[in-house]
């Protein structure tokens, strides 16, 4: 079957190197999505990752800042990040947890890190918001490590579901406009895992431990630890764990929105008149 057409497995279409960057009060992380070179990858806007044991790196985090008009996933694998914001919310992040926040029509909130040395390990996707829903109300899901399923698949593969569907397991994160998939699969040395989507829905692979082998056939394309796999249309991911070693990686989907973006900053919107109101909106004070 052919791997070009709407149907057929996924190749790499892009394999884009992290972009160091510094956000917050001076955290410094790699930039995956939302740099020079893929400035988004409809309904995802940006991709961190933050991996450092040296707490200059992490321990300014991110002050109090605002967001309008699409979501934030916060993704711990090491270390603790206490969350709060302005309607009293309060929580901390743990390793394994997860933090869905649908910032709607606004919210202003702080991570901070909770630590004063050792391991800071993570990801923070944003996802977009369909126009509908960009001025809903700021919603939370708070995921706890526990609560997110894990699959072990046949080979050795095992899977946390952290949103989508996988089998018959529904993911820990329910009823988000874009219909995501947010997988977290480690696979044994030689280890593969394959699975299937919508043939229309973009998609993603981050291997952030190891080397992978994306594709089947006589056309598969390695990617290595740090670099994001952009893949194209068809309805199958092949993934298999490359070198001898295991791999631990990334696979995160989502229905595109195809509509105008107007992003300034911490603002996603569909038109710039909403980027100057939410502007307002914040100066004055009605987040
Ligand atoms: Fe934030």
Redesign the pocket.
Known sequence: MSSSGLSGTRRVERAVPGMPASDGAGVRLNRLIGRPGLADLDPFLMLDEFRSDSACDYIAG?PD?P?RGFE?VTYMLAGRMRHGDNKGNSGLLRPGSVQWMTAGRGIV?S?MPEQEDGLMWGFQLWVNLPATDKMMAPRYQNIEPEAIPVIDLPGGAQAKVIAGRLGNIEGAVQAIATDPTYFDVSLPASGRFRHTLPADYTAFLYPFEGTIEVGQGDDPRTLERGRIGVLSSGDTIVVAARGNAPARLLLVAGRPLREPIAKYG?FVMNTQAQIVQAIQDYNSGRF
């Open positions: 991110f800042h967001h934030t909130h991570e911490p």
